[in-house]
């Protein structure tokens, strides 16, 4: 028989900060799909075992919503009114998912223009109270973090520890389903929660004796937003990964410590690199994620071409977030359909020299 799945909080329960009297609100998030890359040769060099972790499988399309099931299970068992946060997009989509599940009343406050479609209808279908500013992500968790000092609201921002909490049990299921560690671990960094979260995933594991080694984590900024890698703050982040366009990451120094821990690296790629990833991986791999989730492709590929990597190497790539959220820039890569008269011989005349 199939294993019943109940979410990642009943899954990883003895891992997480929540007890009986928690209130568990889930959309049965987890247990996402480790895929084996199978094209990989052809941009990586040498034999390495490329998986992809797809965490756009998740039930609003991203990685953040392991995080929300416990930021909004521990908001409701705090006896929480309603939740805020900041977000490019995917943290309110998340949080207004997981709220409506709980009854909750969501505030979400986003950077005016700058948010993939498929994310700001999420926000708006489950009923939060957008609020669009005129200003950058940076500006909009300023704001998020004054009126949480001022109200009575849960601030559901990765700066919530439950976020980080729920989030490392990803590092736990890429353990899970390799049977160990990767060698290395790549995943883009916006405000760093993510990376932060992972790395402390995989020394849990280790410590509870699950798994041996440890990954050494390899972090992606892009290059028009790559604070971590700049060492100071970047003023007007700039990226078509609007995932990752943070100027001033909450979790700067986790990032760095997972970095220097693991004895990896955290690096940039550009907006050609990334977007030359993002149509690898759906035309070769046939998975569809959104451009900031192949930053950590797109730079695998960067180091590789530095010999950085050895035969037998096993790489795990975290795919943060499904593509159908960023539906603009897919169409704006992609060969446009082709306008033709409703007829079988012009057609197939159209078709000559193409698969048929
Ligand atoms: C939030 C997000 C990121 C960045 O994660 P951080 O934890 O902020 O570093 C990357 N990709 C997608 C799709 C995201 O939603």
Sequence with gaps: MIQPWHGLIEQYRDFLPVSEKTPVITLNEGNTPLIKASHIH???????????????????????DRGMTMAISKAVEEGAKAVICASTGNTSASAAAYSARAGLGAIV????????????????????????????????????KELVARQNFAL??????????????????VCDQLGSAPKYHALPVGNAGNITAYWKGYGEYQSSGRIDGLPKMLGFQAAGAAPIVR??????????????????????????????????VITDVTDKEILDAYAFIASKEGIFCEPASAASLAGVIK?????????????????TGHGLKDPDN?????????KVDAEISVIEDVLKGCCI
């Excluded at 965490?55 to 990685?63: D, L, R, V, Y």
């Excluded at 700066?159 to 729920?166: C, M, Q, S, V």
């Excluded at 897919?330 to 082709?338: D, R």
């Design 156 to 173: 559901v921002n990765s700066l919530n520890p439950f976020r980080i909490e729920g989030q490392k049990t990803a590092a736990f299921e």
């Design 303 to 319: 180091l590789s071409q530095r010999g950085f990597f050895s035969s037998g190497d096993t790489i795990v790539c975290t795919l």
């Design 330 to 338: 897919a169409i704006q890569l992609s060969k446009q359909p082709l």
């Design 42 to 64: 052809e941009v990586v060099q040498g034999e390495i075992d490329l998986y992809f972790k797809c965490e756009g499988a998740n039930p609003s399309g991203s990685f953040k």
């Design 231 to 264: 060492g100071h703050p970047v003023g007007k982040p700039s990226t078509v990964a609007t995932a990752i366009r943070i100027g001033n990451p909450a979790s700067w120094k986790g990032a760095e410590a997972a970095r220097d821990e693991s004895g990896g």
């Design 109 to 144: 406050i986003i950077p005016e223009g700058k948010i993939a479609m498929g994310k700001l209808a999420q926000a708006m279908i489950h009923g939060s109270m957008v609020i669009q500013i005129e200003g950058n992500f940076d500006d909009a968790l300023k704001i998020v």
